[in-house]
């Protein structure tokens, strides 16, 4: 085997589930390093990649798959968190018109990729990063300390809503409202539902700007063209 290894192809179906499986195994084991997987886990990945496909593939191109995969998700999790992002399930796809694509892929020419097609094993690139994007700010220092794991970030994206108005608005509860089978006056209801959601947007911004850290790390494969 050549120390640059055999070309790897990370967006033919069975190649990549087979690479995506073996990562996943890794990473259920423990071996994960950081925002990666340890270098004893992409040396037996390399081996039975081998086995599985004949191609022998480099450690490093190993690494480089995984980064690009990592970039796929991070660019598919921010759609799902644009306003309005009209994302169908059915077709795993997003209902824009032209000129709303045109408008968000100046900012991120990146998504063009999921302009007319989706992503492919998104259940298992989320199942594989979605841990990273909520904890993978601690792992490059990034001064977001405070903010607590999240989880499954897509479910919790499709509950959280966005573009509240962030009036101030505080609730206090008169002493005369002792029975809580008393339904609180209009305006009390309405600042409890704008605490809510206000709450939701910080959430919001938090996921964002991980994701940002996990964007802008150094640990960069192959570029998406």
Known sequence: MSSQGERANWTDPTYRKYFIDLCMREANNGNRSGATLKPTAWNRISQELKTLTGKSITPK????????????????????????????????????????????????????????????????????????????????????????????????LSETPINVENNDCEVKTPDSYTNVDEPLPDDMQRCKKKQKKSKSDETREDINKLVDVLEKTDDKGPSIT
Do not use: C
């Not at 995984?66 to 209902?95: C, V």
């Not at 298992?124 to 999240?150: C, D, H, K, Q, R």
């Open 61 to 156: 191109q190993l690494k480089n798959g995984w980064d690009y995969m990592k970039r796929q998700y991070l660019t598919w999790l921010k759609l799902t968190m644009t306003t309005r992002h009209g994302y169908n399930s059915t077709t795993r796809t997003f209902d824009w018109p032209p000129e709303r694509w045109e408008e968000y892929l100046k900012k991120y020419p990146e998504a063009k990729q999921f302009r007319n097609k989706p992503l492919a094993n998104a259940e298992e690139l989320e199942a594989l990063f979605s841990g990273a994007v909520a904890t993978g700010a601690y792992n490059w220092s990034s001064g977001m300390e405070g903010i607590p794991e999240m989880g499954n970030l897509s479910s919790m």
